[in-house]
C-alpha cells in the first residue's frame, strides 16, 4: 500500500478540505484550525471567515503555516494550548490530529470555544476493531489506489516520503469515540470514510 500511494501520491487529509468546506457554519466570523501542520487548511478558510487561527503544538508548523498565509491579512497563527485561545469560534477543525490529544478533554474544551451555533467538524483516524470497522479499510483498499491515479495520474519516481508534520499512531476505536463524542456532544454525526478516516460533525445548540 505504502509503494502504490507513493507511485500515485495523495494527502488522505488535504482530500477531506472539500468536506470541511462544504460543511460551513452559516456565520463566519472566526474560525480555528486546531493542529494546523503547514496551513493548508487555514488558507483554505481565509476567504470564507472574517479571522481565521491555526495553531499547532509544533513551532516548526506554525512557522509553515505562517509562511504560506503571509499574504493573508486574516490569518493569526497560534502555538501553545488552543484551549486558552480567545473565542467564541464560528468552526474548531481537526483534520487527524484528535487521536493526539486527551479525547474527552478536548471535547469539551471545543464545545466551551464554540459559539452557539458553532460547528465542529473532524477528519479523523481509528485502529479498525469492529467488523464495520474492517469492511471499512477494506475498502478504503480498493479506493485507495484508484484516488491516488485519478488524483496522480503520472507516476511518481520521488519513491515514499517521511509524513510533513508529527503523527501519532491512533489507539481509540472509532465505536469508543463515538460514545465518548456522543456524550459530550450529544447529536454529533460520525460517519466512516474511505482514506482509513471518519469524520465528525456537531453544530453547537442555539
Ligand atoms: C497528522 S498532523 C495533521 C496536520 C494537519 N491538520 C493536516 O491535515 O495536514 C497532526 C498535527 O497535530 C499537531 N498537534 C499534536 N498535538 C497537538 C496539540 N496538543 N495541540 C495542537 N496541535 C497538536 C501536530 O504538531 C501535527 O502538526
Not at 502504490?4 to 466570523?29: E, G
Amino acid at each position: 500500500m505504502a509503494r502504490l500511494n507513493a507511485r500515485h501520491p495523495w494527502s488522505h487529509n488535504d482530500h477531506f478540505h472539500r468536506w470541511i468546506l462544504s460543511n460551513l457554519p452559516a456565520r463566519r466570523r472566526k474560525a480555528l484550525d486546531v493542529g494546523c501542520g503547514q496551513g493548508g487548511l487555514v488558507a483554505a478558510l481565509a476567504p470564507l471567515f472574517d479571522t481565521v487561527v491555526g495553531n499547532d503544538a509544533d513551532p516548526a508548523m506554525c512557522d509553515d503555516t505562517a509562511d504560506r498565509c503571509a499574504d493573508l491579512a486574516n490569518v493569526t497563527i497560534a502555538g501553545g494550548d488552543w484551549a486558552h485561545l480567545d473565542g467564541p469560534f464560528d468552526l474548531v477543525t481537526m483534520v487527524a490530529v484528535l487521536h493526539h490529544l486527551d479525547v474527552d478533554a478536548a471535547l469539551r474544551d471545543v464545545r466551551d470555544l464554540l459559539a452557539p451555533g458553532g460547528r465542529f467538524l473532524v477528519v479523523g483516524l481509528a485502529p479498525p476493531r469492529s467488523v464495520t470497522d474492517h469492511l471499512w479499510d477494506a475498502a478504503s483498499m480498493v479506493t485507495n489506489p484508484l484516488i491516488g491515479f485519478a488524483k496522480h495520474p503520472r507516476v511518481s519516481r520521488v519513491g515514499p516520503q517521511p509524513p510533513s508534520y508529527p503523527v501519532q499512531d491512533p489507539v481509540m476505536a472509532y465505536d469508543d469515540l463515538r460514545r465518548r463524542t456522543e456524550a459530550v456532544m450529544p447529536g454529533a454525526r460520525m460517519r466512516h470514510r474511505v482514506g482509513f478516516r471518519h469524520t465528525i460533525a456537531w453544530t453547537k445548540p442555539a
